[in-house]
């Protein structure tokens, strides 16, 4: 069916819709300009980005929305109320006047199973400090063959993750420290600087990685599709630098990156790595694919353009997945060169991939937008554990995110048994 001169399917004229009211909205209340050179530019609503908007001909637009789907988006739709008002003494009205018109568009809901949900939201806290004190179990105690006797490493590791649920300091965290001892929990609470002591420990992170991967366990039943993203969080130190094209010193926060694959369905952490934060995203997909498909039967991975390569590609090939990761401009079909013929090769899931995307988008964007799950996690960890971290070293800075990722698994598997039925045995799986 075609939808104002577009080709389209009835499952997304809704989509169009929608687009078409953000396109009011814009034209409503931000500042659309027209330009010397003929283009239009057009403020973003979510952000300070401004995005140029050609209108003449086929109209195009530099925004991500429309380099994916090559249709008309928000941006273009505003350009178009903008002259349509120009063009109308009476078109502020009008505009406004459509506004409340299609307010009654329908949108897909993503209805909330309130009773489970709020049975896991009461009885989250208790859960947490049992489920983390299961995954404690398995840390093995190293020798000590002489010194004053060590704080118990399950002990420190459980008092500076229930630390990072807390979100508190480490003086006001003491009190919830002292309820965990009281319920058996730790055999000794140990002192807030001893917590800081465990985090700047270099031997900590592979326990929070191995803690991470295994607390995923109880939902590989239920999780067959991952995305994968990276996301920064903020530090209390500043960096540095000089910009040679202005001549200026620049200050501003230093921060650590975190890269993470996660389930679609329950946003539960598969795998996870943590850098500085000029690393490039790109590399770090195979790494986590293997560690994701040594636990689960992994059916697709989406990913933004940024994970786009050859490797990654093979590497989810090599699984027996489907990649839905968006192709550059530049990218092209594989050629056969066998038989001394130079043509096209239509067989190699690299083309199919390239056919599917380029000549069936209506099908490569739904499983593509899957990976809008994996913001969803990041929001969910930030939210709820905060989006900086409050250590100044960087093994410490390392520590505390991988805390918070462990955090925001046992809220996932929290909810997951009020929800699902789940039951976490970690000493089973």
């Known amino acids: 069916m075609k939808y104002n001169g577009e080709e389209v399917t009835d499952g997304i004229t809704a989509g169009i819709e929608a687009r078409k009211m953000r396109g009011m909205q ?5 500042n659309v300009k027209h330009r010397p050179d003929g283009l ?11 995005y140029k908007v050609k209108i003449e001909g086929m109209p195009r637009c530099s925004c991500p929305d429309h380099e994916l789907r090559q ?8 350009v178009e109320y903008v002259i349509r008002r120009e063009q109308d003494t009476d078109g502020t009205e009008r505009i406004v006047q459509q506004l409340t018109v299609t307010e009654h568009i329908h949108r897909p809901s993503y209805p909330q199973v309130w009773p489970a949900y709020n049975a896991a939201q009461m009885n989250e806290k208790t859960q947490f400090q049992v489920l983390l004190r299961d995954l404690c179990n398995g840390i093995r105690e190293p020798e ?6 060590r704080i118990p490493l399950d002990d420190a590791v459980f008092s500076a993750a229930f630390k990072v649920y807390s979100t508190f300091s480490g003086r006001r965290f003491t009190c919830d420290l002292q309820d965990a001892l009281a319920k058996g929990h730790i055999s000794r609470a140990p002192h807030y600087n001893s917590i800081f002591r465990c985090f700047e420990s270099a031997s900590l992170t592979p326990i929070l990685r191995s803690m991470i991967e295994t607390s995923s366990l109880p939902l590989r039943a239920v999780e067959s599709d991952f995305a994968v993203d990276a996301t920064g969080f903020a530090s209390t130190r500043f960096a540095k630098w000089f910009n040679f094209k202005y001549q200026e010193e620049h200050i501003a926060k230093d921060w650590v990156k975190l890269h993470l694959m996660c389930g679609v369905k329950t946003n539960i952490v598969t795998s996870v790595e943590v850098s500085g934060r000029y690393v490039n995203d790109m590399p770090f997909l195979p790494a986590l694919l293997d560690q994701t498909a040594r636990n689960f039967t992994v059916r697709e991975v989406s990913a933004d353009k940024g994970y786009h390569s050859r490797n990654n590609y093979d590497a989810i090939i090599k699984i027996g997945a ?10 092209k079909m594989d050629v056969d060169t066998s038989n001394r013929t130079t043509r096209i090769d239509p067989n190699t899931l690299w083309s199919k991939m390239y056919h599917l995307y380029h000549f069936k988008r209506d099908e490569f964007l739904p499983h593509y937008h899957k990976r809008s799950n994996v913001e969803s996690t990041f929001m969910a960890i930030k939210s709820k554990f905060g989006d900086a971290v409050r250590s100044k070293t960087p093994t410490a800075q390392i520590n505390e995110v991988l805390c918070k990722v462990l955090c925001h698994n046992v809220c996932v598997l929290i909810q997951s048994m009020y929800e699902l039925g789940v039951q ?3 000493g089973l799986n």
Do not use: D, L
């Not at 814009?26 to 931000?30: G, L, T, W």
């Not at 249709?71 to 505003?78: G, L």
């Not at 489907?322 to 990218?331: D, E, G, L, N, R």
């Open 424 to 426: 976490p045995m970690f």
């Open 71 to 78: 249709c008309r988006c928000k941006h273009i739709y505003a």
């Open 144 to 149: 000590q063959h002489m010194g004053r006797p």
């Open 322 to 331: 489907a990649p839905y990761i968006p192709f550059k401009s530049s990218s």
């Open 26 to 30: 814009i034209a409503a209340v931000c």
């Open 40 to 50: 239009w530019e057009v403020p973003s609503q979510t952000g300070s980005n401004k």
